[in-house]
């Protein structure tokens, strides 16, 4: 099985950056769709952005201020934030699988870092 864990998440002020890191273990993951996620409380999970087979997808709320990467020497991809907004403020959660990218149904999750980004 894959393990992924998250970090980087935390407090953050308006039009402020974090750079959120997932690191896999397990299987070699450079041939799995990657993808990150993000929840607020009362609220369904959302997608936020992926990438696979060399392509990026993100969603229309953070397109222009996110970035995603990976590093496949490390087995970790990363979600470079910018111009956060407090609207940002959720838990980030990363995925694997060997799904569609932008779809919800990977098959691996890590446990989620807090983002909180204030006005």
């Known amino acids: 099985q894959v393990q992924l864990v998250e970090s980087g998440g935390g407090l953050v002020q308006a039009g402020g950056s974090l750079r959120l890191s997932c690191a896999a273990s397990?299987?070699?993951?450079?041939?799995?769709?990657m993808g990150w996620f993000r929840q607020v409380p009362g609220k369904e999970r959302e997608f936020v952005a992926a990438?696979?087979?060399?392509?990026?997808y993100y969603a229309d709320s953070v397109k222009g201020r996110f970035t995603m990467s990976r590093d496949n020497a490390k087995n970790t991809v990363y979600l470079q934030m910018n111009s956060l907004k407090p609207e940002d403020t959720a838990v980030y959660y990363c995925?694997?699988?060997?799904?569609?990218?932008?779809?919800?149904?990977?098959?691996?999750w890590g446990q989620g870092t807090q983002v909180t980004v204030s006005s």
């Open positions: 995925a694997a699988g060997k799904v569609a990218p932008t779809g919800n149904e990977y098959d691996y």
């Open positions: 397990g299987r070699t993951f450079n041939t799995y769709a």
């Open positions: 990438i696979s087979g060399g392509n990026t």
